[in-house]
């Protein structure tokens, strides 16, 4: 891409100094991997020192070195803060930008398409379905942790809260899906208040002691309470969903024979994938619309000065409860939806791990962020499968590029903040300004 | 009890463990005027401020807000949020506490969250877009739009707070504290870190929510020309006690009044005065 003209004169100037930079990472380089790469030594037959120089092989490095240090400067001043010098043409980030607004609705659109695409492909679909019970997951957190400022680190337990209410719910009572997907969200709002009550007088680091430790009961409490939950060895039999009341099997009753088509077991598949999605929109669209309601504007506020808000008369006691309710409520849907797709749950699913992922998504996401956590939780699921090959170093890649993205991204992928009401024209606001809130 | 005062503290104390920052302080805010509370630093201006408005709780006396109605709230017995939603007490801080990553126009759709929340129906009607809902909300843009008027800010209504000047984020500040349509406005320090002209700007604000809207005033300032400019009444702390009350032009003259400014004992103060005079 050529930039026009006009542009060339701030162009050159940037340009030295880019070479600069990477002559001197290429420099560095240079000297640290030619003892390292460039001279082998190894213990010879009788003892004695061999070695043999490898500089084809430093020369690559230090080349791609060189290449990768002048591609990440450009990358780094594409996306990175405002008021710094450009070198991508302002032509090509119009486009971008362009380009930008269309990213969501692109990416739905795909997601729609993803079972007609990959129809024979289970694997694919599994993997999609799991993308977005994270995406869901991510977007009731992010009603917590993004909106009104509250470090949770417990976020699992709502999750199994839902997951067991549905499972045992179901197993015992014979409920079915769609009676139970609405009491499992109740449910957990419920541990939600519960949770919120004791830790509304926490802030930062303490509050997330306390939903760390919540996370934990809930599952000590699950893996001891043997009676109920049946601890360790988990609830198993847990119904399939059906389509209102159609089952979707083999049977004379089931979906495929009402539709006169043949059955097949991907059929399940694609109803969950659907199911799934639409519990996730159901999220987005619930988060979206309460952001523009005073009670998101309240979480908002709160997340930004705690003290304002009480000055202005916001009882800041029910705020900070609806949204850990709300956050619950969406963490339980996700649940039932989890209980019902594995047909069997364990307290082994529900593990820190899980909460510190789902956190780990928000924030590399970009706090508040409905598309960034989108993405955030495609790139860090998807990324986990892509990288199954590499085994063991697996973590080591993903804990690399989660570094990387904070240094250049601190405020998560997308980090501006969208104003929820305007005049004129609504402008993006710089994350610099946007509070992260206080616990 | 007079109908003409909206606010009387009697015999407030504030102790904070062995420190007595506030003792047996009794005065009393006009309805509609424009009462100053002014002293040297650490004399426990903010104290009073802060036990009026809920956010400490005194250690004795009462504090008595009166409404135009005639209705009667204890301040001292309701806490923070309370005394802004129901006694319709709105604060200003000394170092601005404005919501920096929200707009202009967010921040105070913020202030006038209770009366939203009524008219969303506590959520659930705003999130099935009720059409009461809308109209309450249009109705809350126009008064914020109006504010932002009246403080010369409707040209930045979309811009984030953060980015404002000093002087503009004080100016919002009032203007969010008057979107929660109070009875008494409390100013910590408006005029602050303002230079003269913004000052002077504050001042004309402030008589004009005095006398366009009715609304009671009680600030604390250390700008002298702001407070002589536009107070009716003056109330001269120091060290916990109160020292002198009075109109600007009785303070100004009060001879404890300047010791306590100069830090020098009464009889110095009135030789300084006479030597000047």
């Known amino acids: 891409m050529k930039a026009p003209s006009t542009h060339t004169a701030k162009t050159a100037t940037g340009i030295p100094a880019l070479l600069k930079t990477a002559f001197i990472n290429a420099l560095v380089a240079l000297v640290l991997f030619s003892l390292m790469v460039g001279i082998r030594t190894e213990a010879g037959a009788s003892g004695q020192l061999t070695y043999w120089t490898r500089f084809g092989d430093l020369a690559s490095l230090v080349a791609a070195v060189f290449g990768g240090s002048i591609v990440i400067e450009l990358l780094r001043q594409w996306i990175g803060p405002i008021g710094a010098e450009k070198l991508v043409p302002p032509a090509v980030r119009s486009g971008m930008s362009f380009l930008g607004r269309f990213v969501a609705p692109a990416l739905l659109i795909f997601t729609l398409l993803v079972p007609v695409i990959f129809y024979n492909q289970r694997y694919i679909l599994d993997l999609a379905i799991l993308v977005l019970t994270y995406v869901m997951l991510g977007w009731g957190l992010n009603v917590v942790v993004g909106l009104a400022g509250l470090l949770d680190l417990g976020y699992v337990a709502f999750y199994a809260v839902g997951a067991y209410s549905y499972g045992l719910l179901a197993t015992n009572f014979g409920w079915s899906f769609w009676i139970c997907l609405p009491l499992a969200g109740i449910l957990a709002a419920f541990w939600g208040v519960l949770l919120g009550f004791p830790v509304l007088r926490l802030r930062g680091d303490y509050l997330a002691i306390v939903t760390l430790a919540f996370g934990e009961i809930i599952r000590l409490v699950i893996i001891n309470w043997q009676d109920l939950t049946g601890g360790p060895n988990g609830v198993s039999g847990i119904p399939r969903p059906s389509f209102f009341g159609i089952p979707l099997d083999n049977s004379d009753d089931g979906l495929a024979a009402k539709l006169g088509i043949e059955y097949s077991p991907t059929h399940r598949i694609i109803f969950l994938f659907y199911l799934i999605l639409a519990l996730a929109l159901l999220t987005n669209w619930a988060t979206i619309r309460l952001r523009r309601l005073p009670i998101g504007r309240a979480w908002e506020a709160l997340r930004e000065d705690e003290v304002a808000c009480r000055a202005l008369g916001i009882n800041t006691t029910t705020t900070k409860l609806t949204a850990f309710a709300t956050g619950a409520m969406f963490g339980g849907f996700a649940g039932a939806f989890f209980a019902t797709r594995q047909g069997f749950i364990s307290p082994e699913s529900f593990t820190f791990q899980e909460s510190a992922l789902v956190l780990a998504i928000v924030v590399l996401g970009g706090m508040g962020s409905q598309l960034g956590v989108a993405l955030a939780a495609l790139a860090m699921i998807g990324g986990f499968e892509l990288f199954r090959s590499l085994e063991g170093y697996r973590m080591l890649v993903f804990g690399m590029a989660m570094v990387l993205i904070m240094i250049w991204r601190p405020r998560g992928l997308i980090g501006h903040r969208a104003p929820t009401v305007y005049l004129t024209k609504a402008q993006a606001i710089s994350s610099d300004l946007v509070k992260e809130g206080h616990g | ?277």
């Open chain 2, 1 to 277: 009890m007079s109908g003409d005062k909206i606010l009387n503290v009697d015999r407030l104390t504030m102790r904070f463990g062995g420190i007595v920052a506030v003792q047996d302080l009794s005065f009393s805010a006009a309805r509609k005027k424009i009462t100053a509370l002014i002293g040297p630093n650490g004399a426990g201006k903010t104290t009073v401020f802060n036990c009026i408005t809920g956010f400490y709780k005194p250690s004795g006396g009462t504090i008595r807000l009166t409404h135009d109605d005639g209705r009667t709230v204890a301040l001292e017995r309701l806490n923070d949020f309370r005394i802004a939603k129901q006694a319709k007490v709105a604060r200003t801080f000394q170092n601005i506490r404005l919501f920096p990553g929200m707009t202009a126009l967010e921040n105070l759709m913020v202030a006038q969250h209770n009366a939203l929340m009524r008219a969303s129906g506590f959520t659930f009607l705003g999130l099935v877009g009720a059409p009461g809902y809308r109209d309450a909300e249009k109705r809350a843009i126009d008064l914020a739009t109006d504010w932002l008027k009246r403080v010369n800010l409707l040209d930045r209504a979309d811009d984030a707070a953060g980015n404002f000047a000093y002087g503009d984020q004080r100016r919002l500040e009032i203007a969010r504290a008057m979107c929660t349509e109070p009875a008494l406005l409390c100013l910590d320090e408006p005029a602050a870190g303002l230079n003269a002209r913004e000052s002077a700007a504050l001042s004309e604000l402030l008589l004009s929510i005095r006398d366009e809207l009715g609304t009671s005033i009680l600030l604390i300032e250390h700008d002298m020309s702001v407070v002589m400019e536009i107070s009716d009444h003056i109330v001269v702390m120091d060290h916990g006690v109160k020292i002198a009350e009075g109109t600007p032009r009785e303070v100004r003259d009060d001879t404890k009044v300047i010791a306590a400014y100069l830090g020098a004992d009464e009889e110095e103060a009135a030789a300084v005065m006479e030597g000047g005079s």
